[in-house]
């Protein structure tokens, strides 16, 4: 928002309708790449003229032409792009510095155009001390060159030092400060949709969270009615295997004591049969576990209903969830409805 209120102080100060233009990533890398170009082939060029009056020829020519046209090409782009551009701005002052920057940059590039002509007369001259030949040549007479080949070079100087200045000036919009203040906005623009995405992401995955959540309840539920169920049959089970087991006691016991007092009967030889022969021996008394399922079977009845009710109710959980989603959401608005361009409805 501060952004945005910025650049709109800004056009509105400057009096701005219009987006800012300024290169991208890519167009910023060829427009760089340009200026290199312009300096190798500033630099062959020169390096043709030079190596006429060079002792070491094309390669020597090289070396001073690169440098020179390296010099060249630099001051004419970095008045591009620091200082004619004032010539676009809408206050006086600021105009008029840029009408300076714009006289600034034709005197340096026919300044070094001349320079770098002069260098070459001088090497041409098989002076022993081009540098020091040139300099006194151009103090002396700047506009004064020795052939057609000089002002060749000068107009090619002019030239290259021409289109690097365009290049400076074409780098960024051509009204100053616009370019880095929109960047600037644009920016926070895109850091405020990366985290605008990140955040319904996140609500996206809360809710798919939330609807697995959901159906592992419901399923975990269903399964521990069954398992309940499972566990009631079981009880039922036991106290019947209970049952049968202690009756097959007592008839094992029975025929037990049937047979051992036969048995002893028969080898009494005449003596007379204990009394407590017609009598069961008393047992001890087993404490035997409940086993009645009533209970089990209304706790079981109240959880299907239980499950019966979530069973009934899922698709409306799923819809509250999806609700809840839509309803913050539909918060996260896109950038553009906060901020909407100028003539939009």
């Not at 630099?74 to 004619?84: E, I, M, N, P, R």
């Not at 300076?100 to 340096?108: F, R």
């Not at 419901?218 to 202690?246: C, G, M, P, T, Y």
Request: aromatic share 10%; with cysteine; glycine share 6%.
């Amino acid at each position: 928002m501060r952004r945005k209120s910025e650049l709109d102080a800004f056009q509105a100060k400057h009096r701005l309708t219009r987006e800012a233009n300024y290169p991208s990533g890519t167009g910023k890398f060829l427009r760089v790449g340009l200026l290199f170009v312009l300096i190798v082939l500033e630099g062959a060029c020169n390096a043709t003229f030079f190596a006429q009056g060079l002792t070491t020829g094309l390669l020597g020519g090289f070396v001073w032409a690169g440098i020179l046209a390296a010099l060249n090409v630099t001051v004419a782009y970095l008045l591009g792009l620091f200082g004619v551009r004032y010539l676009n701005h809408r206050h006086f002052g600021w105009k008029l510095l840029g009408v300076l920057c714009s006289v600034a940059a034709l005197a340096a590039m026919m300044a070094i155009g001349l320079g770098i002509a002069h260098y070459r007369d001088a090497l041409t001259s098989e002076a022993l001390d081009p540098a020091k030949s040139a300099s006194q040549a151009y103090m002396a007479s700047p506009v004064q060159l020795a052939d057609i080949s000089s002002w060749s070079l000068f107009g090619i100087s002019i030239f290259f030092a021409v289109i690097a200045l365009f290049d400076g000036l074409f780098f960024d919009d051509h009204y100053p400060g616009y370019g880095v203040i929109s960047r600037r906005t644009q920016e926070a623009i895109d850091d405020h949709e990366e985290e605008m995405g990140t955040m319904r992401t996140q609500l996206e995955e809360l809710k798919e969270e939330e609807l697995k959540s959901l159906d592992r309840v419901l399923q975990e539920s269903q399964a521990a009615v069954a398992v309940f169920e499972s566990r009631i049959e079981d009880k039922r089970s036991a106290s019947s295997r209970l049952s049968n087991a202690l009756r097959d006691a007592d008839n094992s016991l029975d025929a037990l004591l049937k047979k051992f007092r036969t048995e002893n009967q028969l080898h009494r030889t005449g003596l007379a049969r204990p009394p407590y022969f017609d009598t069961m021996p008393e047992l001890l008394k087993l404490n035997v576990p409940d086993f009645d399922t009533t209970a089990d079977e209304d706790a079981l009845a109240k959880q299907r209903e239980l499950v019966n009710q979530l069973l009934a109710e899922v698709q409306q959980v799923r819809a509250s969830i999806q609700a809840s989603f839509s309803q913050q959401f539909d918060r996260l608005k896109p950038l553009g409805t906060h901020f909407p361009r100028k003539g939009d409805a």
